[in-house]
């Protein structure tokens, strides 16, 4: 989807040399992964087809305590996990709404560091049950911080309360759903084994019905504008939706960038 940025080894800790110096391989065998350029095998280090974000020079290995250096393979990919926050849409043309959102809430709360979750409501008459779930899965003094948004009128769009959410949104990535979906525990595992481990270059989860479950970057949404007009330097103007936006671009690649839920849920 976007251009590719080469990685040069030179200096880093992960960097496996042979006898006479050459680097030969990678601790965390991304060198395989991501690509060598031909001109720099048998050379002093690799440089890779792609970024590699675990890079860590020597001096990173100073900061980290006896048992952290004893396996720093396993630090760095601690310090590369995904941050996930969610954007939940109460359904409350359900009878039993708030009941609905408590089984999301819980599934949520259960996930390993959480940084954020959006509730996106069209009936004020929620927002004080809203409000007791949050503190009863996030307590009243959180890391995770909870957000109740508001939209204005009834039968909003999809795209419209993606939008107003975003407002909310932190750097890493966003998982859509409605209230009464259960995320599995290890949703934000499997993201990482596809974008730290198996190193592929996917960024976003497309989901079915333009809404549940779709996965993406928040830097991404920011970039396209979300479901709003991206004016781009040319001034041309883009005034699809977010997902035809991704979409587009993903076809102008040499490859495939969007995963179906089906892929990453058996990840």
Partial sequence: ME??????????????????????????ERSSKLGISGDSVGKESYILNRFCNAYRPSHWLE???????????????DELYPRMGFFI????????????LR???SSISKLKEIPYVVVISDKVEYNEEVWGLFIQFFGEISETKYHL????????????SVDAAFTHAQNGWIMCVTSG????????DKLHRIINVNMKQMVLVEPKDGYNRMIFPAYLFKFLNGNKNKI????????????DKVKAADERSDGTSIMQWEEFNAS
């Fill in 103 to 105: 089984l999301t809430l």
């Fill in 63 to 77: 900061f980290l305590d006896f048992e952290e250096q004893l396996n720093p393979e396993e630090v760095v990919l």
């Fill in 232 to 243: 781009f330097q040319d001034e041309i103007v883009d005034g699809r939706a977010f997902l």
């Fill in 89 to 100: 849409r109460l359904n409350t043309d359900e009878p039993n709404a708030i009941d609905a």
């Fill in 181 to 188: 979906m259960h995320v599995a525990p290890d949703t934000v």
């Fill in 3 to 28: 251009q590719n940025i080469n990685t040069n080894c030179d200096g880093c800790v992960f960097a496996k040399r042979g006898t006479e110096g050459h680097q030969v391989g990678c601790e965390l």
């Fill in 149 to 160: 948004m508001q939209v204005a009128e009834r039968g909003q769009t999809v795209q419209q």
